[in-house]
């Protein structure tokens, strides 16, 4: 047996370098609180029982933010080049700067403030850690013609950033949001927390992006409320990552509601994707869908547990789920669970999870025609995933996402 | 064109092809029968390539070269198509995108330019009014929900459009009404020219009524018993198997 080397003291190493402005603010202090009560989720916690983020931050180089603001050229990353946005740039966790488009987006920000319903140690942290809540919101009945890019870029002057913002979209408006890194090979730990707040008969199209960030660990916690009449649709797309855990939580708080959620997650090498959601249906009349997919490659790991909750009151609720995964080789793993949780009695709900191998047959059949080994596996994989993005409605990056993931799956 | 030379191969251990020798030269049509369990399956898996299948003895070589040593793709380039006994639904890959990343890539492999979209459409709807089949078959997911007869209607279309040297027909029969048959059969035929070949594998003589074979060949046991010409197929029709199972090897 090996015995572990000296465990880090996360806890006292983060209470050194806790940011000063941060220590004067009540709602900063009293999430530092809690969070140092708590402490980081261990081996034994039910929610991080797949992903050991103890572990895996012990790994990294000293936790510590950057200190002050950097100047930095924060050009749109390629993802977006050539195309007009309404563009908000994060510099090591901290808003830094928006190049708004229209004026119907506002950005602000003002002093943090906890939601009441924060219940995850990260949770905390990103509210101790965060300088301040930055505010975007899209006036009342707007449609925006540009996306709202929000950019995390890095100087790798922190190992820890905290990014943290709210979205509202007042009544009647209508955005395509994206939010990713400026690609990077910082070995860094980013703790983000975002809110969309969607009211009522809004409509929000969401791409998160998660890509060319190869040595940063992630936990995103990332929470989209639907007020009545809304319509939200999110993919969550997981390409090249190392370590990454996205608590994406979606609150129907309203009837009428058409939510989506998507996923995608293309783990390899030796790294880890856990996507954790909850869907919690509060009110009646609204529908949700559910579809996560992973191929997992190498020795890397998936994990995908779902949560829907349907509320005693949210009766006649349309809730759907499903996760599918293929697995590449024999080393790589998938740890799935459906977790549904409904107390109204007039619903319809389903789940289904799969996981499986690539069909060999299939295979074979395309090779027959000619067609070689590698462009086969992409095809066949291709043909898999394609639904994650394909139903999404965002017509200007599609091609994009494609390319994206075909580029990936030509690698396997 | 094809030369098979003792061949010897099996599955998981178990032989099944106990020394097969074959020749097939261009324009040739040469049906392989059999009962259930003699081995002609396996024949049509060996020699496309199926992995599972191994290879304890013997040569084949097409057009001068090894074919044992290719993968199924190259095999494909070189000029090899096999219709499958039960050809695979793939949800999510059309025919036609299929179609054109096969035939760009035997194209590539070949030396020749890729077709473009114009030149390959073209190509498909000359194609298609050949073997009869719908475009609105060939938009969709590779098999999916097809039926029966649509499904061996497409892997006649996919011969159509690789314009193979040697087809290799498994069972392309089974399955089959009359009319799907016949369309089918046509397909095959006007697709027969002085440089290609053909080997069909069927258990009954009916397909051979639509498709006249030149050679006919009985395989037992893992062993060619009996070839002749398409006399022996009718024979065969009327007398059964048994007649050859109670036979001497003759090969």
């Known amino acids: 047996m090996t015995i572990a080397t000296a465990n880090r003291n996360l806890i006292s190493e983060l209470e050194s370098v806790r940011p000063a402005d941060s220590k004067s603010e009540p709602a900063a202090s009293k999430a530092w609180e809690r969070f140092r009560q708590t402490g980081l989720p261990g081996q034994k916690s039910e929610e991080y029982k797949y992903a050991p983020i103890a572990r895996q931050l012990e790994k990294l180089p000293a936790l510590k933010p950057a200190a002050g603001d950097v100047l930095l050229p924060t050009p749109l990353p390629q993802f977006l080049s050539g195309q007009t946005c309404n563009y908000i740039v994060f510099v090591d966790g901290r808003f830094s700067s928006a190049n708004l488009a229209e004026k119907e987006v506002k950005v602000t920000t003002r002093s943090m403030e906890e939601s009441s319903d924060a219940n995850d140690p990260f949770e905390w942290l990103n509210t101790a850690f965060s300088p301040a809540l930055t505010i975007i919101t899209v006036a009342e009945g707007v449609s925006l013609q540009h996306p709202i890019a929000i950019v995390y870029h890095s100087s790798g002057r922190g190992t820890l950033v905290n990014p943290r913002w709210t979205l509202q979209l007042l009544k009647g408006s209508k955005a395509t949001v994206i939010e990713m890194c400026q690609p990077h090979a910082y070995e860094l730990f980013q703790n983000k927390k975002s809110v969309i707040q969607a009211e009522d008969k809004s409509s929000l199209e969401y791409l998160i992006l998660q890509d060319g960030t190869p040595a940063q660990t992630e936990v995103n916690h990332t929470e989209v409320r639907c007020a009545p009449s809304s319509y939200a649709s999110c993919l969550t797309l997981s390409l090249n990552c190392r370590f990454v855990r996205n608590n994406m939580k979606l609150v129907v708080d309203g009837s009428q509601v058409e939510a989506h959620l998507y996923g995608l997650y293309l783990p390899s090498g030796d790294s880890l994707i856990d996507n954790h959601t909850v869907v919690d249906h509060r009110q009646p009349e609204s529908f949700s869908n559910e579809l996560y997919k992973g191929v997992m490659n190498d020795r890397s790991k998936g994990v995908f547990n779902g949560k829907i909750y349907v509320r005693p009151q949210a009766q006649k609720t349309n809730a759907f789920q499903s996760n599918r995964n293929i697995l590449l080789s024999e080393n790589a793993s998938v740890n799935t669970k459906p977790q549904l949780e409904i107390w109204a009695d007039d619903v319809k709900c389903s789940h289904g999870c799969t996981t499986g191998q690539l069909d060999e047959e299939a295979l074979f059949y395309l090779r027959s025609r000619g067609i070689d080994k590698r462009s086969a596996y992409a095809m066949l994989l291709h043909a898999f995933v394609a639904e994650t993005f394909t139903e999404m409605k965002m017509a200007q990056w599609k091609e994009t996402i494609d390319g994206l993931v075909t580029s990936r799956l030509l690698k396997v | ?251």
Not at chain 2, 99 to 114: D, F, L, W
Not at chain 2, 145 to 170: H, T, V, W, Y
Not at chain 2, 190 to 203: D, E, F, G, Q
Request: glycine residues 8%; hydrophobic residues 40%.
């Open chain 2, 1 to 251: 064109m094809l030369h098979i030379h003792n061949l010897r191969a099996g599955i998981e251990g178990k032989e099944i092809l106990k020394g097969i020798n074959l020749d097939v030269k261009p324009g040739e049509v040469h049906a392989i029968m059999g009962p259930n369990g003699s081995g002609k399956s396996t024949l049509a898996s060996v020699l496309s390539g199926r992995e599972e299948y191994e290879v304890t003895e013997g040569e084949v070589t097409f057009m001068g070269k090894n074919l044992l040593e290719m993968e199924p793709e190259d095999r494909a380039r070189e000029g090899i198509f096999l219709a499958f006994q039960y050809p695979v639904e793939i949800p999510g890959v059309s025919t036609v995108n299929f179609m054109k990343t096969a035939i760009n890539q035997i194209r590539t492999y070949r030396g020749q330019e890729p077709l473009d979209a114009v030149a390959f459409l073209k190509l498909m709807k000359e194609k298609m009014k050949l073997v009869e089949i719908d475009q609105s078959l060939l938009n969709r997911a590779l098999n999916e929900g097809f039926s029966g007869g649509e499904k061996k209607r497409n892997e006649i279309f996919q011969m159509a459009m690789l314009e193979p040297r040697l087809s290799i027909l498994d069972e392309t029969d089974s399955g089959l009404d009359i009319d799907a048959l016949r369309i089918v059969a046509n397909g095959v035929n006007k697709l027969r020219n002085p440089s290609n070949a053909t080997v069909v594998v069927t258990h009954y003589q009916r397909l051979l009524n639509y498709i006249v074979p030149d050679y006919v060949h009985v395989l037992f046991n893992g062993r060619i018993v009996k070839s002749g010409d398409k006399e022996l197929a009718l024979e065969l029709e009327k007398k059964g198997y048994d007649w050859i199972k109670n036979e001497p090897a003759t090969a």
